[in-house]
């Protein structure tokens, strides 16, 4: 090849790798996070507890309004939950980030789901929640119709059956009572988990939930091929993303539909989760 043509080829093959990269991180910080998908998961029941089968539930977490994530950003992920017309709403946390002022507008970001929804809207706190100040937060989503649950346990009536949501506080800050919570139950209930943080699934099986829906890993925000994610949060970096069995129960962890620093996604888009109870699992 004469030199001339070897280094054109060297040119080009650098530009190329340029733009792609550019267009990759532009694409990772404008357009990914505000591109939510609408995931469908399925919870087995327990046998005692197969009345409540078919009940739907929408699973909403880590909204993080903020800087790097406004109400108009979550548009789209909110709208994709409302129009399933969900029984029950659930939220999982970290609605605000780095201020208390961005309370109301999570409040308000939220608040559209809380009008579908016949069985209500509960959510828990999350790491970011009691940064920005638990109690602003707290009364931002009451005043939307949103009960927040801090180691609280409430007990919903379906209509078919009663199920109680076990709305455990967020580790990281270490505000947690999972035994406190789930002490509030008569025995032998339908129980699901509604925890921030993933990675103490163990005791929520232990204290008798059959099922736990958990954010707070983003899915890792950021994967890369080969690797996974770079960076994971304390307590979430053993249960990342998806469904898991543990011990008897399952467990479910959202990506989450907003995004925290560096504000991008790269393979792990947002997402809104609409959670369908279904029959006992047959061995």
Known sequence: MPRFSFWR???????????????????????APRRPR????????????????GLRIGFLTDTHIGPSFSPADLIRAVDLLRN????????????????????????????????VARLGAYAVLGNHDIECGPKKVSAALAAKGVRVLRNEAVAVDTGRGTLWIA?????????????????????????????HEPDLAEQAAELG?????SGHTHGGQVRFPFIGPLVLPRFGRRFVRG??????MTLYVSRGAGVYRPPVRFRCPPEVTLVTLGKPEVC
Do not use: C
């Not at 080829?9 to 357009?31: E, K, P, R, Y």
């Not at 939930?209 to 829906?213: E, K, N, V």
């Open 167 to 195: 709305g455990v506080d967020e580790v990281t800050h270490f505000n947690h009572d999972a035994k406190g919570t789930f002490a509030q139950i008569p025995p032998a209930e339908a129980i699901l988990a509604l925890w």
């Open 243 to 248: 469904k898991f069995p543990v011990d008897g």
């Open 38 to 53: 609408l995931e469908r998961v399925t919870l087995p029941l327990p046998f005692p507890q197969e009345r409540l089968t």
């Open 84 to 115: 399933e017309q969900p029984d029950l709403i659930l939220m999982g946390g970290d609605f605000a980030s780095e201020s208390p002022r961005y309370a109301e507008q999570a409040a308000d970001a939220v608040a559209p789901l809380t009008n």
């Open 9 to 31: 080829s060297v040119f080009w093959t650098f530009a190329a790798g340029i733009v792609s990269g550019a267009s990759i991180g532009l694409w990772s910080l404008s357009v």
């Open 209 to 213: 939930a059959f099922a736990q829906l």
